[in-house]
Structures are given as structure tokens and as C-alpha cells.
């Protein structure tokens, strides 16, 4: 099992507000991605991620199926 926390780097490509926050998409080495984030969070062309890695979910792109479950300790 992974543990601790990862620091990356995307590239921005569209941003829009959802309610109280913003969902950031990006590219991120050739693959897209979107994160949630704080009204306030600040960012330019790049935004800067810090992962916790219990808190990271993959899936197929072909037909959106979760590739790896990490359940969540309550």
C-alpha cells in the first residue's frame, strides 16, 4: 500500500465554477485530468497539485470503470 503525499505539476487547460468551487481542468504528462479546488486557490497557466496518494482514483478511459478502489477509512 501506498502512503504519504505527492507533489505535481499540470497544465491548465479550462476552469470553471461549480457552487463554492472551481473545478480546474488539466493535462498532466499527455493525460487529462480535473481537480477540485478552493474559490481562493491561486494558479496561472500550471497548477501545482499535492496528492495525498489514499486520496487518488483511476479510471479506464474507455469505458469509465474504476481501475483501483482504495476504500476510505471512516
Not at 499527455?30 to 486557490?41: A, D, T
Not at 491561486?42 to 499535492?50: A, C, G, N, P, R
Amino acid at each position: 500500500m501506498l502512503n504519504g503525499e505527492v507533489s505535481i505539476r499540470a497544465k491548465v487547460i479550462l476552469s470553471e465554477l461549480v457552487g463554492g468551487e472551481r473545478m480546474v481542468y488539466c493535462t498532466l504528462n499527455g493525460s487529462k485530468c480535473s481537480v477540485r479546488v478552493p474559490l481562493n486557490y491561486t494558479y496561472d497557466k500550471e497548477i501545482e497539485l499535492k496528492i495525498s496518494i489514499k486520496d487518488i482514483y483511476f479510471f479506464n478511459s474507455e469505458n469509465g470503470e474504476n481501475v483501483f478502489y482504495n476504500k476510505r477509512e471512516n
